[in-house]
């Protein structure tokens, strides 16, 4: 486990401690990354306080002026670079 309020857990560390974790981290004190063995994948606990905070964040964000402007960057090079499905005519 690291060290803070971030830690890292494999799956059975995690299921050894659950109900401690869960008191834990819906209580605001962190987040839990799970991990698992021959395994990629990783996902986050966080609290469903947190999650809400997030979302709420990210709504006001897209209202924004420069959420506009970052949108219409980013679609203008996604279409310079992403080669059209349709072949031009020739």
Do not use: W, Y
Not at 38 to 55: F, P, R, T, W
């Amino acid at each position: 486990m690291s060290v803070g309020c971030f830690h890292t857990l494999n799956v059975s560390q995690f299921l050894a401690q659950i109900e401690e974790l869960h008191g834990r981290v819906s209580q605001g004190h962190g987040r839990i990354e799970l991990t698992r063995d021959g395994c990629n994948d990783v996902c986050v606990l966080i609290s469903k306080a947190e999650l809400d905070a997030l979302e709420r964040a990210l709504e006001i964000l897209s209202q924004t002026d420069g959420f506009a402007e970052m949108s219409q960057m980013l679609n203008s090079v996604a279409s310079g670079t992403i080669p059209s499905a349709v072949p031009p005519a020739v």
